[in-house]
């Protein structure tokens, strides 16, 4: 098994380039998340990676040899995508076996490792049967020793849950971390959701526009964004962002918005006045009693069971959404006050949408 690494990797189409200078040690054994929104170069990078795509500048390392001119299948990785492409006349053992044999694998060789990959993945009850009789977690399983059976260096895998149920995507999540934990090798794994990337990496790489954006463990992510785009990205429902500016107020820097002073405890040269924004996540704005703080109307509520999100209506161009207790005694129409973790707040740049006062 090995690692990867990518150096400056570039990929243009015509004037655009999809991907742009990406730079990325992964580990041998590590699970890392590639992840933005659609358009943002993910297939790209893993289709440079396994040779499906040349690049137009950079290189790409696997187990330290330099692979970039090397064909697809001397790279020796494993593919994993969306679609499964079984074979339907075929039981789920021939499936399996189909890499070996095309290899001419011994037959006892074969049965060996189809049986043993078959334990690994939870499909040993099903080798018998036919793929149109498998459920789509079943499927998906089977497509997964197809490829784990070849025993590659390093496994891609492109966004292989999106076309399955909610639930099943959130389980198949569980048994990728779990497979993971087994085979111990290298996964890099691709797709537009943030959960995912959230719930199964070890490092999350975010991409936006063919630029890495940032690299980190999922909750170093979360609580601590390099910029406005990797805040909003990650979390359900997503931060809050407040559009204003720095001002001095005695001494201290202000931030102020339609509707919502905060001074801070810094001094007023911290920043030079200018556009900001400001970030809250939903967890951290509190409902409160009493005094203090600025007042909203609730203006809707959506109830989740573990918790209740609130949307409050305070003046500024948009909402400040609260997730709060779903014990909480609230109805639409209330004017209730609210307040910020004055600890979690994020500011950035208004104009180039960096964070400040890091
Ligand atoms: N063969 C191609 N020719 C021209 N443009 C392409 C080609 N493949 C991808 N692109 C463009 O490159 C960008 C990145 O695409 P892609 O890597 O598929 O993104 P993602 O997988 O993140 O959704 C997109 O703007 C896409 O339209
Ligand atoms: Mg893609």
Known sequence: MAGIRLAGLTKAFGASRAVDGVSLDIPDGEFVVLVGPSGCGKTTTLNMIAGLEAPTAGDVY???????????????????????????????????????????????????????????VRVAPLLGKRPATLSGGEAQRVALARTIVMRPRAFLMDEPLSSLDARLRVEMRTELKRLHATLRATFLYVTHDQAEAMTMADRIVVMQYGVVQQVGPPLAIYADPVNHFVAGFFGVPPMNFVAGAFAADAGRLAFRAAGVTIVLDRPAEAVTAHDAVLGVRPEHVRLRDGTGGWTATVSLLEPLGDETIVFLDYGGATSIVATVDPDEKIAVGD?????????KLLFFDGTTGERILR
């Open 62 to 120: 696997i187990g330290g040899e330099r692979v970039t001119d090397r064909e697809p299948r001397d790279r020796q990785l494993g593919m994993v995508f969306q679609s499964l492409a079984l074979f339907p006349h075929m039981s789920v053992f021939d499936n399996i076996a189909f890499p070996l044999r095309i290899r001419k694998t011994p037959p006892a060789e074969v049965r060996a490792r189809v049986e043993a990959v078959a334990e690994t």
């Open 335 to 343: 004017r209730r006050r609210f307040m910020f973790d004055q600890d």
